[in-house]
Structure formats: C-alpha cells, structure tokens
C-alpha cells in the first residue's frame, strides 16, 4: 500500500508565501505525474497545478507566476511553493499522484492540507 503524506498548510496573511510538500511512503512506487488541487468551502474541486515525469508543468491561470510546482524524484515528493498569497487561496490543497508499484496503477489522493489566507 502507497499513502501519500501532505503538509506545510496553515494560516498565513494576504502577501505571504507557504509551501506545501507531498511525499509518498514508498520509494518503490514509480511516480509518473503529480499535480495540486485545491477546494474552497462551497466550491468544486479545482487543479492548480500539475507536473509530469518529463519535467511538463501546467498552472492554473489564478496561480500563473505566483506558484511554482516542482518535484524531488528521488524523494518520490513533489512541492507548492505559494508566493503573494491571496484571500481567495484559502482551501484544502490536496496533492495527487499516479504511478505504479509493481504491475499496478494507482491514482492516490493525500490527506488534504488547509491553507488559510488572511486579508
């Protein structure tokens, strides 16, 4: 079993940056694209930004030059730098992974991370 372990989400003021990490737990689970979500309160699900194995990133427009996604392969772990945060940020951020651990794919969410922006 692969669990993904998110953090780095908390309360941050308008203007100010945090940065979000997700690690999967094991590091024979070979990792082809990972991407960040996020879900404000009465809102679908939305992408942020995503990563693939090659090194393609693609962003949201909303976030475009403010966040940046990269990735540790040997660390299997991939990061949200969030730069000039906004009010309109505030959402659990989830990070999403796909790859495979052996014969198998596997699509996995984590946990979630709340990320709160002041103004």
């Known amino acids: 079993q692969v669990q993904l372990v998110e953090s780095g989400g908390g309360l941050v003021q308008a203007g100010g940056s945090l940065r979000l990490s997700c690690a999967a737990s094991?590091?024979?689970?070979?990792?082809?694209?990972m991407g960040w979500y996020r879900q404000a309160p009465g809102k679908q699900r939305e992408l942020v930004a995503t990563t693939t194995s090659g090194g393609s990133t693609n962003y949201a427009d909303s976030v475009k030059g403010r966040f940046t996604i990269s990735r540790d392969n040997a660390r299997n772990t991939v990061y949200l730098q969030m730069n000039s945060l906004k009010p309109e940020n505030t959402a659990v951020y989830y990070c999403n992974v796909d790859g495979t651990l052996g014969s198998r794919y596997l699509e996995l969410w984590g946990q979630g991370t709340l990320v709160t922006v002041s103004s």
């Open positions: 094991r590091s024979d689970f070979s990792i082809n694209a």
